[in-house]
């Protein structure tokens, strides 16, 4: 029979992003499988998750937790509720958190470790409070899984953590979604950025530090130098928690021109991605790194930094560079000028990307639930 598993996707945000992807793809790709869905999300989600999975059971929380010390509360005590409403087997809680005292065996998907290895990159309180909820999943989950093999290693290194209870599920991505454009999307897309046909260099993502994106405004200016037709540099997404993208976008000379949409729909990606010269994704640190996994689907010719979980994805069908703002410098000038190279890792990246399926995902998260409720000793329950 197929265990009943209850996904807290209360914790999506509204902008959705990588988390929201990750648990969309994740359940559409679970529904109608060998698992009895049940997914609790935000009264204001329930809808979409209807959509999404059509054999599983949405259940909307309460309203008061869209607010998140609210949520957070309703995890210890409302989620087990509802987990016995709906006669759930094992709770999936996929974003850190968890219920501490649950009668039921529960996984935790811990996406990032860089909380513990690389602080600084994080505000004080959001370190600290994911190092907290991290050392809880790991001291007391059934199973703990990661995107990645190196997020696993990092567990192991910097928390001592059991391996064996460490399950690796890599990523998906979606290609009805991601896909290369039309020149209708491309154009729509770099019409709405005021550019008008003009090239341009793209990242997407959280604009902070640890996305190394001031490093990378300030490796495109000294790439642009002497271009008589230099690309424009497009920062797709919300800002972070610092300053930091705002000194270096300051410094900018007046004659480069820089585009920050902030979030853009989902349906204008493949047409931002797709119709980049580069996607440039030089992060000091991911867990993942999905924007590297959607621009490659996209056709994009990407640049990234060979770092942590980001060789997994990207393999040998993308350009790495150090993070640093030389050599960032160094890697956009070489491609601008080699067009070649570009059109080859734009087909390198895109057969890639086929090798990532939340098909896959979903059955390595079965595999997981499965070990959760067969284990002897279920970690964390008194």
Not at 39 to 59: G, I, Y
Not at 76 to 87: D, F, K, M
Not at 96 to 114: E, K, R, S
Not at 279 to 287: I, N, R
């Amino acid at each position: 029979m197929a265990p009943r598993v209850l996904v807290d996707a209360t914790a999506v945000p509204a902008d959705r992003g990588g988390v929201g992807r990750y648990v969309d793809g994740l359940i559409g790709a679970l529904d109608g499988g060998d698992v009895n869905l049940v997914v609790v999300c935000q009264r204001s989600d329930a809808e979409r998750f209807a959509r999404l999975a059509t054999h599983a059971e949405v259940v909307p929380g309460p309203s008061a937790i869209s607010h998140r010390p609210a949520r957070l509360a309703w995890e210890q005590t409302g989620l087990q509720l509802v987990a016995q409403q709906v006669g759930a087997q094992l709770i999936h809680s996929p974003y850190y958190t968890m219920p501490l005292h649950a009668n039921l065996p529960v996984v935790v998907t811990v996406h990032d470790v860089t909380f513990f290895s690389e602080p600084e990159l994080h505000s004080a309180v959001r370190a600290g409070f994911y190092r907290s909820a991290t050392r809880t999943a790991v001291r007391r989950a059934a199973r703990v899984i990661v995107p990645s093999q190196a997020t696993r290693d990092e567990l192991v290194r910097v928390l001592d953590a059991d391996a064996d209870r460490i399950d690796v599920a890599l990523h998906g991505v979606d290609l009805a979604t991601f896909h290369p454009p039309t020149e209708t999307e491309r154009m729509r897309v770099s019409d709405r950025l005021g550019l008008h046909g003009r090239p341009y260099v793209a990242f997407l993502g959280l604009l902070e530090r640890r996305k190394n994106v001031p490093d990378l405004v300030r490796g495109w200016v000294q790439a642009c130098e002497g271009l008589p037709e230099p690309p424009a540099l497009v920062l797709a997404g919300s800002s972070g928690w610092d300053d930091g993208v705002d000194q270096a976008v300051a410094e900018v000379p007046s004659h480069l021109k820089i585009v920050r949409p902030g979030y853009l729909r989902p349906a204008d990606l493949p047409g931002l991605l797709g119709g980049a010269m580069i996607v440039a994704y030089p992060s000091k640190a991911e867990g993942f790194g999905l924007p590297v996994l959607e621009a490659m689907a996209c056709g994009a010719c990407v640049m990234t930094a060979r770092r942590l979980s980001l060789p997994e994805v990207g393999g040998d069908a993308v350009e790495y560079t150090e993070p640093d703002t030389d050599s960032i410098a160094r890697c956009l000038r070489s491609l601008i000028a080699d067009e070649g190279r570009r059109a080859h890792l734009s087909a390198s990246g895109q057969a890639r990307a086929r090798e990532f399926t939340w098909a896959a995902s979903a059955a390595a998260h079965l595999d997981s639930y499965e070990r959760a409720l067969s284990a002897t000793v279920v970690h964390g329950v008194p």
